[in-house]
């Protein structure tokens, strides 16, 4: 009887253990995509919505129209931040609005894609992916509450 509770609690142990390392993984997984992503923001999109993504940044006065505040993006959308909407914008697949000022972010990450990854043609698709993905995760973080 003893030995049998020392078997249980030593196994839910191990489930929890295990529990754990899995939601480290996670986190450790989900951090440098989030770094990832806001590298990209400061250098990419900042000069035109601004460091803290509100649309103030120091090219925002050349454009014909100004760049939209991306910190509202969720509350514009009733409170669920829209991903494949913005996904699409930002690689320039969706249907653009207008001039289109803003420049077409997957054919940028195509290009790269091809210097980074030159034998691996089927994994360039991949690679623009991750990258449009850290950029939403970094942006659904800046979401206005
Ligand atoms: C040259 C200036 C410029 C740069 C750089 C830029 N944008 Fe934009 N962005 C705009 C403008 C202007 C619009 C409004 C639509 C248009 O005219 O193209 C826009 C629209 C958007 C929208 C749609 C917002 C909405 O309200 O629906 C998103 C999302 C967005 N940009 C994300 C980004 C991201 C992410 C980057 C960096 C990878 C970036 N932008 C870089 C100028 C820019």
Redesign the pocket.
Known sequence: MRKEFAMRSSGLLAQAAVLAACSMAAVALAQPRLELGRR??ES??????GKDGKGG?P??E?????????T??AR?NGGIF?VT??YE??EGAGK????????V?GL?YTIQATEVLPELPYNQAMYVRTR?MA??E??NQLQAK
């Open positions: 990209d923001f990419k999109c900042a000069v035109c919505h940044g090219y925002a050349q454009l014909k129209h100004p760049p939209p505040d991306l509202t993006l514009r829209p909407r913005t914008t930002i653009g609005h207008g001039t289109r000022e803003m420049p972010w940028d449009i950029l939403l970094y942006l």
